[in-house]
């Protein structure tokens, strides 16, 4: 039947919006990209020196990223963001995450070189965040996605979050106007399903009706024969 085609056309073309329509979310929830520029640590936790310490980063309820090449106290490591472990995390413009620096230890509970609340609106305007403790690390940090909303937000905080929330206004009334027409689309393909059928089963009662009067004729002539 054709309507079906129609029909069947219709739900892909909705799936395919719903799509289209999820792949915009991402760009509202905006988050960015840390990587790690370069960092010296002052000291190591390990009793005895001459073992390497294990380094690494960890934000809440994320992955452990390991630093395999930070080995020396007092030496500058310095990163080019492409290595296997980067990027460090990612940072949303509307929440911080608790991260740190930690050092492995196999005897007692891992030793901290710094813990603390990162957020995106700490980088500066080139995209840059540094983390210095005293006796223990300084880390430097880059976030070029960072920047942008924290350059937006301080310059121009209010037409930034205006457009936000244009934006936000936009998706829901394309959505709005998306499903009313999918439900208007049903609902007239439903109508037109049933006066379709509704008028195959007349077609088909008359003809009944019409078969019957035929064989009423021919059992009337057999009588009169
Ligand atoms: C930390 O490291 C960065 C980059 O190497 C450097 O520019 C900065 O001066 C350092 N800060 C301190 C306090 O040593």
Redesign the pocket.
Known sequence: MPIWESRNSRVSAIVLLCCLFLSCFPGLIISAVVTL??I?IYNTHEVLKVVEPSVYFVCKGENRIELPDVKKANE?Y?FKGEESWQPLTELSDKKCKRCGFYEKDTLKSDDIFDEWEFCSSEFTADGKY?R?KNKEL???FSCPECKTSVTASSSNSDSHQGGNRMHVALIILISVLVSTAFILGLVVAFKYWQKRKRQQEQARFLKLFEDGDDIEDELGLGNVI
């Open positions: 520029d370069s010296e500058l310095k540094i210095f300084n880390a430097t």
